[in-house]
C-alpha cells in the first residue's frame, strides 16, 4: 500500500545519502556516548545511531543480588514488562510466564528477539525465548533496542531485541566473586564467577544454582546451569573466543486457581555453543561467527483432581544452527557503510513418549497435523546498512535487508531516518522502519489449526526521540513518540474455504504511545532514576499496561548500600476475551553491607507493600518476600 511518508522519507535518504564527498567535518570525539553495538552491529556512540537503546550495566543488573536480568529489565527500560507468577522460576508451556512485552509486542509469540552476544536464542518450534536461560551471571551488560530491528536481525526481531552481552576480562589478574543467598518460601540461590586475564589470553568460568518451592502448591522449581568462556586477542586488531552455555531446569505449573492442575512438570535443558572472530581497525570493523543454539524437552502439562494423570509425555529437540559475518566500513570522510550476511538453519522435532517406558507413541490426535514432527526450514539473508555525516551535527541513515526463508519466501525489509545533534550533548532522531516474523513451526505444522501456506507478520514503525546529558552526563533525559502498525498478523480463525478454524493472516492493529526516562547523579552518595510509558493499542494485548512507571533511588555511603525502586502498572490486560485489567503497585528494596573489602552482606525484599496481583490471569503473585546473604570476592 503507497504511503506517502515512507516515500518522502526513503527519497530525502536516497537523495542525501549521496553527499557524502560534500560532507563536513565528522562527529568529534566530544560527543561520543554511550557506546553501543546491538543497534549497528559494530561499536559506536548512541547518539550517532537511529534505534532508541536502552542500555543496562553490569552493575545495575546486580545491584539486587538477582539470579535473572528479566526482572531488572522490567523495571529499568519503558515500555517493557516480563510476566511472572512466582518467587522463582517461569517455566514453559502452559501457564508460563517470562514473556517479554515490547510496546506490545510479545517474545511469547515471537516477535521479540532474545539475542546472546548478537545471536538468536529461541526454542524453535513455538518461536518464543526460554525465560529461565537468561542468567545475570553471564551478563556484562544487556542492551534493549525498542522498535523493529529486522534490518540487522531478521524474523523475530520484530519489535524489538534484547542483547545479552557476555562477560570478557579487560584488566590483567584473576577474580573470583561468591554469592549465596536464602529467603521465602525455601527460596535459595547460590552462583560463582570467576574472571581471567593473563596478557592476550582471557577466560570467563560461571556456575549457579536456585530453587523454590514458591507460594502455591505443585509450583517447585530448580534450575542450574554454567558458563565457559575462553578467547585469546592474536594481536591490537584481531580477536576470538568460543563460549559454551548450559542450562537445566525443572519447574512445576500448578494450573490457575480456578482448575488447578497435578503432575504438570517440565523438564528443560538449554545449551549455547559459538565461536567468533572479531577484527577491528580505524576504517573497518566486523566479526564471522558460528553459533549453536539447542534444547531438549520433557513435559507432562498435567490433570485436574477429577481426571485421569496422562499416560505420556511431550517431548521435543530443537535447534537453531546459524553464520552470521558482517563488517562495516568508512568509505569516506564521515561514512559507515555495514555489509553483513546471515544463514540459519532452524530444525524441530517433536513427539509424544510413553511416560513409564519413554518409547515413543506415533498418535495422530488431530487431522491436518504434521506429527510427529520432524522440519528443517532455512533462512539466507543479505543486509547493508549506511551512516553518513552530512554535517557534524546531521546524520542521516538508511539500510535494506533482503531474507529468504524455505517456507515463507523472500521479504524486503528497508529502515531509515536522521539524527540531528543541536547541542554537543543532545541528539534528536527522527526514523521509519520495517519489522517481520516468519510463522513458527507450531503454527505452520502443529495440531489441528496448522497452516503451512501462512505468510509473515508486519509492522512499520513511525519514531521521534529525543535524548539529552547535560553537565558532561551527571544528568540524562530523554523521550520518544511511536506510531505502529502491524498487519498480516496470525490468528486462529474460521476459514470458510477449509471448513474448519486455522491458523491465518488476517489480524492488524496499531499502537502508539510515548516513553521518558531520566537519571540524576547528585553526587557520589545519591543516584536517582525514573522512567515512564504510555501505551495505547487498538484491541486488548495482554502484558502491555496502559502505563508503567518506575521511579528508583541508590544511597552509597562508606561501606552502605541501599536501593529501593517503586514500580506501578495501569490497565495491564490478564485476558483478552474478557478484557479483564489489573492496577499493581510494587516496592522492592535491597541493602548491602561491605563487612571487609572482600566480603559484603546482602538483603532484599520484593512486593514489600504485600499487594495480591496477577501478572498472568489465575496465577496470583506471592505477597512481600525477602532474601538475603554473602557476596565473596577474592
Known amino acids: 500500500m503507497f504511503n506517502p511518508f515512507r516515500s518522502v522519507l526513503f527519497a530525502s535518504l536516497l537523495f542525501v545519502l549521496p553527499l557524502a564527498v560534500c560532507a563536513e567535518d565528522e562527529m568529534t570525539d566530544s560527543v561520543l556516548h554511550d557506546i553501543v553495538v546491538t543497534g549497528t552491529r559494530t561499536a559506536v556512540a548512541e547518539q550517532a545511531i537511529l534505534p532508541t537503546v536502552t542500555t543496562l550495566t553490569n552493575t545495575q543488573l546486580t545491584q539486587l543480588e538477582r539470579i535473572s536480568v528479566l526482572p531488572t529489565l522490567s523495571e529499568l527500560v519503558p515500555n517493557v514488562l516480563v510476566t511472572q507468577r512466582g518467587v522463582m522460576g517461569y517455566g514453559v508451556s502452559g501457564g508460563a510466564a517470562g514473556g517479554i512485552s515490547v510496546r506490545g509486542m510479545s517474545s511469547g509469540t515471537g516477535q521479540v528477539m532474545v539475542l546472546v552476544d548478537g545471536h538468536p536464542q529461541y526454542q524453535s518450534i513455538f518461536g518464543h525465548s526460554i525465560a529461565d536461560a537468561y542468567q545475570t551471571m553471564v551478563a556484562e551488560r544487556i542492551e534493549v533496542v525498542r522498535g523493529p530491528s529486522s534490518l540487522l536481525y531478521g524474523s523475530n526481531a520484530m519489535g524489538g531485541v534484547v542483547n545479552i552481552i557476555t562477560n570478557q ?233 533482503y531474507d529468504h526463508h524455505s517456507e515463507a519466501g523472500g521479504e524486503w525489509i528497508p529502515q531509515g531516518g536522521f539524527v540531528f545533534r543541536p547541542l554537543s550533548d543532545a541528539d534528536l532522531k527522527l526514523s521509519v522502519g520495517k519489522g ?37 552526563g551527571q544528568f540524562t533525559y530523554g523521550f520518544n513518540f511511536f506510531y505502529l502498525k502491524a498487519d498480516n498478523l496470525i490468528a486462529s480463525t474460521m476459514v470458510q474455504a477449509l471448513g474448519r478454524a486455522a491458523n491465518y493472516n488476517t489480524g492488524e492493529t496499531e499502537h502508539f504511545g510515548a516513553e521518558f526516562e531520566a537519571a540524576y547523579r547528585i553526587n557520589s552518595h545519591w543516584h536517582l532514576s525514573t522512567n515512564h510509558s504510555f501505551l495505547h493499542t487498538q484491541e486488548a494485548v495482554l502484558a502491555a499496561p496502559e502505563y508503567k512507571g518506575y521511579l528508583g533511588a541508590q544511597y552509597r555511603v562508606a561501606g552502605f548500600e541501599a536501593n529501593a525502586g517503586f514500580q506501578y502498572l495501569a490497565g495491564l490486560c490478564t485476558n483478552v476475551q474478557t478484557e479483564a485489567k489489573e492496577n499493581v503497585a510494587l516496592l522492592n528494596i535491597g541493602l548491602a553491607y561491605r563487612v571487609l573489602p572482600q566480603l559484603k552482606l546482602w538483603a532484599r525484599g520484593e512486593n514489600l507493600l504485600a499487594q495480591r496481583c496477577e501478572i498472568n490471569e489465575g496465577f496470583p503473585m506471592p505477597k512481600a518476600t525477602v532474601m538475603a546473604g554473602v557476596h565473596v570476592t577474592f
Open 169 to 401: 576480562s579487560k584488566a590483567d589478574g584473576v577474580r573470583t566473586d561468591v554469592s549465596v543467598g536464602g529467603g521465602s518460601y525455601k527460596s535459595l540461590q547460590a552462583e560463582a564467577h570467576n574472571s581471567v586475564r593473563a596478557g592476550r589470553f582471557f577466560s570467563d568460568v560461571a556456575v549457579n544454582y536456585q530453587r523454590s518451592d514458591n507460594h502455591r502448591d505443585n509450583m517447585g522449581f530448580y534450575q542450574y546451569g554454567g558458563l565457559a568462556k575462553v578467547g585469546f586477542d592474536f594481536s591490537a586488531h584481531w580477536s576470538a573466543w568460543a563460549t559454551f552455555n548450559m542450562t537445566h531446569f525443572a519447574a512445576s505449573n500448578p494450573g490457575p486457581t480456578s482448575a488447578p492442575l497435578l503432575d504438570a512438570r517440565q523438564w528443560i535443558n538449554r545449551g549455547v555453543v559459538e565461536a567468533v572472530a572479531d577484527n577491528h581497525y580505524a576504517k573497518t570493523a566486523g566479526s564471522v561467527s558460528v553459533y549453536h543454539n539447542f534444547g531438549r524437552h520433557k513435559i507432562n502439562d498435567g490433570h485436574t483432581a477429577d481426571a485421569a494423570a496422562r499416560d505420556f509425555l511431550f517431548r521435543s529437540k530443537d535447534a537453531l544452527t546459524g553464520i552470521s559475518i558482517h563488517q562495516g566500513f568508512g568509505l569516506w570522510r564521515g561514512n559507515w557503510t555495514t555489509v553483513g550476511f546471515d544463514y540459519q538453519n532452524i530444525h524441530g522435532e517433536c513427539w509424544n513418549a510413553d511416560i513409564n517406558t519413554n518409547e515413543p507413541l506415533n498418535r495422530k490426535m488431530e487431522q491436518n497435523m504434521h506429527y510427529p514432527l520432524d522440519k528443517n526450514l532455512t533462512e539466507v539473508a543479505g543486509y547493508v546498512d549506511m551512516r553518513q555525516d552530512i554535517m557534524p551535527w546531521w546524520t542521516v541513515e538508511a539500510g535494506v535487508r
Open 436 to 472: 517481520f516474523r516468519v510463522p513458527n513451526l507450531k503454527e505452520m505444522y502443529l495440531y489441528g489449526i496448522a497452516n503451512p501456506d501462512l505468510e509473515p507478520e508486519r509492522l512499520w514503525n513511525y519514531e521521534l526521540a529525543w535524548k539529552h546529558r547535560p553537565w558532561n
